[in-house]
């Protein structure tokens, strides 16, 4: 049984669909990347996942239970994080109480949390008291990530993290994907920058039109020359 | 002398009276923007409804405070602001609340928030009539005279009761705000709420607890100013129309969505209104013998008189959107 399961899911804004029937399933070793071009429904799709879009049609399940439809705040409950793409930090708030809101629902946790977040992003420490806000791009996706990680997810759904970031920092943010997987967190992201992100994938999704076009490892799909030809720029 | 314990009597402590209640006032104001992003219009109407609760109250059991040393309305404050709390969620639940589900624009929600003014004001006068009352019922009303310790001040400095109630009530409800905000779990969701809706929603906060805890302090915040407002004066039903104008000037004056801006914008406002009205020929009087013989003081040397003083915030409203539309702190631009 899948860590996730997505299956025929249709969905949209307001009673549009914009997602005709996406199949989609992710295990816990997994890193899932869903590329593809703009409009094809991929920040959908992860939003449907995470209750933010609305789904028509199909199921979602987590551990085999069906979580289509559900509120945020519940699907956080049940193991998983999302870090959206933009506005994905509190501003105006300290770095760490922008922790302390990742672990809202799980307040007794917040101590040990910090601990390991700032030992996994060290500039963090430093820079605790100041207004996430003012912190760079860079930084500011640090905290980003380490909000979503405060609950111990088990399935962590990225929108395109490493957007407006420089090529040193894209591959800081790549490299502490793949070490957040190691430690045993299912990761889902979607990517404009896609070569780089199916270098990292162990599943990849491409997506068009709101359907499934390729569905194969990350490895197949850099080496597919059909999908290196339309979606990674020859 | 006599004319500086004018001034502090007219001014420093007039001032400090009505900055007071815009301050509580625009705080109410500006937490309901941060959290639902729409000016309540309504808002001021509940200091009145808050009063009038107090005011029933207090007729049902009169003298029940004598009992404990503090006037009766007071003690009947704490219970007020309870209900007041109450009628906030009721309404929100009753009118805001499907209007937000169904993602209706900001400005139908204020538009609607205006519908339940002329409803809470056709409501209050109902029950209580059109006329002014006073909160104090067979109880009357403790002045202090302090007489201060100079052979030429032969005027005391005047201060009543409830004003003294009123400023160490809002000291209390800032610090209590600001250790609210900013060490407690449901303070920090505010503020993020306030900051970011979308991501804490996703952080998993529960943004409909958050909407609660924002009309629970409001309303009885409201309810609080309301009452010290009236046992300062009277309570009128058309309190809230005085009090509307400069409480939306202090919260944009301070920024919106900024509770220390609201604090800051309250006193601005209150200073403000009383500096302009005060008469300074009093003040320049002693100093008559200086001037050149040509100079003849004025009888009344005030900016406004008395009956325009609700122009003041109206000016200051319109100069802060005009040099600088996010106010003192930087507030969220309308």
Redesign the interface.
Known sequence: MSLLNATQVEGGYGGMNILKGVDMAIDKEDIGVIVGPNGAGKSTMLKAI?G?VQVNGGDIQLRGQSIANLA??KL??LGMG?I?QE???????SVE?NL???A??K?HTTKRMLEKIYSFFPPLLEKRKQPAGELSGGQRQMVAMG?ALM?EPTLLLLDEPTAGLSPLYMQEIFDRIVEINKAGVGVLMVEQNAKQALEIATQGFVLASGQNLYTDSGHNLLNNPEVAKSFLGG | MNELVFFINKVLISGAVSGSIYAIGAVGVTLVFSIMRFAHFAHADQMTFGALIVFFLTALFPGSGAALGIPTPLLMLPLAMAVTALLAIGIDKTFYKPLREHGVKPIVIVIASLGVTLMLQGLIRLFSGTSSRSMYIEETKAIFRLDLPFDLAARPLVITEPQITLIVFTLLAVIGLHLFLNRT?TG??M??MS??V?????????TNKVVMVTWVLAGSLAAAAGTFLSMDVSLSPDLSFFLLLPIFAAAIVGGVGHPYGAIAGGYLVGYAETLSVFNWTILLRPLNNWFPEWVELPRNLSLVGTEYKIVVPFFILVAVLIWRPTGIFKGKVI
């Open positions: 995470f933010l945020p705040n956080v409950e999302f959206p506005k994905n930090i509190f501003p105006s708030m109480e302390e809101m990742g809202y629902i307040p909000r609950t | 779990r920090k969701a503020r993020a900051d970011n979308d991501l804490a929603r996703v952080s998993g906060i529960d």
